[in-house]
């Protein structure tokens, strides 16, 4: 898949599926017949329906320049034939410079040993790996842009095993991606940071390209909880980084981990907001009560759960964390490696999975929904104004075959045509 740094003016659309891509680029262009969702419709105090219309958008210098009435006239500007425009899609939590994808399907082996197991295996196999991990990390980004995604936080390992090679070959896929897709990346201590020698190599990450501090639970791994998160809580501050820990752990541990990490945000309040927990098991294995609380606290500390929504022996108090103001985002993890084959690459299939298990039927809460494939941008807020897109953002968006996000959500509607920064992608 070819990423284009601007779209044909003249070009028109293909027949019906996607904007046409050309090779004559220019860097504004104008969008006709562009559905843009503008209310609520009610009954009474529910909401039955979104209304949408038909705009004119007007694109310059990765931006949304203006966006007007209709125009379907306007012989020079590309017909988006009605479908939805929507913001771009970003998977908040994936490992692009691990995986198998792109080459032949392997599915995952019987492990023993836990996450240390693991461990074991990763030593063993992942000098293979790095010699391909380039170009298998640019196949798994025309996957995710092929699904809307524009944007990914991805983890990289960095351990004795990989070194610093891992994070290398994944800035040169990145780089060459750099006009359709953009990442910020988390130093992850897949091996521990004192379980195998890594504070050398935490330590050189942490002055490169890199946006956050990662972590893998400390106390099953490393064997001390507070030793390994006061470690990863001084590196991210000495550096000015966020935190993005693995938490796999749903026992005593898990919980204890969780609270002491709202301690330490607590006593460093630089990093509110900076702050992420992925997976945090423990959560879904608490009693409701201890989930209020500790959803209140991770609210208050302003510390935000990443989550695959996993289903069947686990289910994540994700109504509660919202309840609480506690922001969460989504991620594919695997698309398929040696953890799991399940990824699917869609973040819009996530809302959709955590509609179905959390019962967000309506239109309002199939819309609301959405936030979960966007990272928290809505174009209407919850009382259907209008507040995406407006002239100045960054032209990063999707156009959908659906008639409102409920729709998009319920149905997983297919994804036409990615923009990103003002490029088409396809
Ligand atoms: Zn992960």
Same mark, same amino acid.
């Given at each position: 898949m070819a990423i284009l740094p601007g779209l044909s003016k003249s070009a028109g659309l293909l027949g019906g599926q996607g904007l046409k891509k050309s090779d004559d680029m220019v860097r504004t262009y104008t969008l006709k017949n562009v559905r843009l969702e503008t209310g609520f419709e009610y009954e009474g105090e529910e909401v039955v329906h979104t209304?949408?219309?038909?705009?004119?958008?007007?694109?310059?210098?990765?931006?949304?320049?203006?966006?007007?009435p209709n125009n379907p006239g306007n012989n020079n500007a590309i017909d988006a034939k009605g479908l939805l425009m929507l913001p771009a899609f970003k998977?908040?939590?994936?490992?692009?410079?691990?995986?198998?994808?792109?080459?032949?399907?392997?599915?995952?082996?019987?492990?023993?040993?836990?996450v240390k197991g693991m461990i074991a295996l990763e030593q063993e196999i992942l000098p293979e790996?790095?010699?391909?991990?380039?170009?298998?990390?640019?196949?798994?980004?025309?996957?995710?842009?092929?699904?809307?995604s524009s944007f990914a936080r991805s983890h990289v390992n960095i351990e004795p095993t990989s070194k610093l090679q891992s994070l290398k070959n994944l800035e040169i896929a990145l780089a060459q991606k750099k006009d359709g897709f953009k990442a910020e990346l988390v130093a992850f201590p897949q091996h521990g940071v004192f379980y195998t020698d890594t504070v050398p190599y935490l330590k050189d990450a942490a002055q490169m390209d890199i946006d956050f501090i990662g972590g893998l639970d400390p106390y099953t791994i490393d064997g001390a909880i507070e030793k390994t998160?006061?470690?990863?809580?001084?590196?991210?501050?000495?550096?000015?980084?966020?935190?993005?820990?693995?938490l796999h752990e749903s026992g005593q541990s898990g919980l204890d981990t969780v609270t002491y990490l709202i301690k330490k945000v607590?006593?460093?309040?630089?990093?509110?907001?900076?702050?992420?927990?992925?997976?945090?098991?423990?959560?879904?294995?608490?009693? =409701?009560?201890? *989930?209020?609380?500790?959803?209140?606290?991770?609210? !208050?500390?302003? $510390?935000? %759960?990443v989550s695959t929504?996993?289903?069947?022996?686990?289910?994540?108090?994700?109504?509660?964390?919202?309840?609480?103001?506690?922001?969460?985002?989504?991620?594919?993890?695997?698309?398929?490696?040696?953890w799991n084959t399940w990824g699917s690459g869609s973040v819009l299939q996530k809302a959709n999975l955590m509609a179905q298990l959390y019962g967000y039927a309506t239109e309002f809460l199939l819309s609301r929904s959405l936030k979960l494939a966007t990272a928290n941008l809505l174009p209407l807020d919850d =009382?259907?104004? *209008?507040?995406?897109?407006?002239?100045?953002?960054? !032209?990063?968006? $999707?156009? %959908?075959?659906?008639?409102?996000?409920a729709e998009a959500v319920s149905r997983v509607s297919p994804v036409q045509s990615l923009i990103s920064q003002g490029n088409i992608v396809y």
């Open positions: 209304k949408t219309d038909l705009f004119s958008v007007n694109i310059g210098d990765g931006k949304i320049r203006e966006i007007l998977d908040m939590h994936i490992h692009l410079d691990k995986t198998f994808y792109g080459g032949s399907w392997q599915a995952t082996r019987r492990r023993t040993g836990g790996m790095l010699k391909d991990s380039t170009n298998r990390a640019k196949k798994l980004i025309e996957l995710l842009q092929s699904k809307g998160i006061d470690f990863t809580v001084q590196l991210a501050l000495d550096h000015n980084k966020g935190i993005d820990i693995h607590n006593e460093n309040p630089v990093l509110r907001k900076k702050t992420f927990i992925s997976h945090c098991f423990v959560l879904g294995k608490l009693e =409701k009560t201890k *989930q209020e609380e500790i959803a209140e606290q991770l609210g !208050a500390a302003g $510390v935000a %759960i929504i996993p289903f069947g022996s686990l289910i994540m108090p994700i109504p509660i964390l919202y309840k609480h103001n506690v922001t969460v985002l989504t991620g594919n993890d695997s698309i398929i490696d040696h =009382k259907g104004v *209008q507040q995406w897109p407006k002239a100045g953002d960054a !032209a990063d968006f $999707v156009l %959908i075959d659906a008639n409102c996000s």
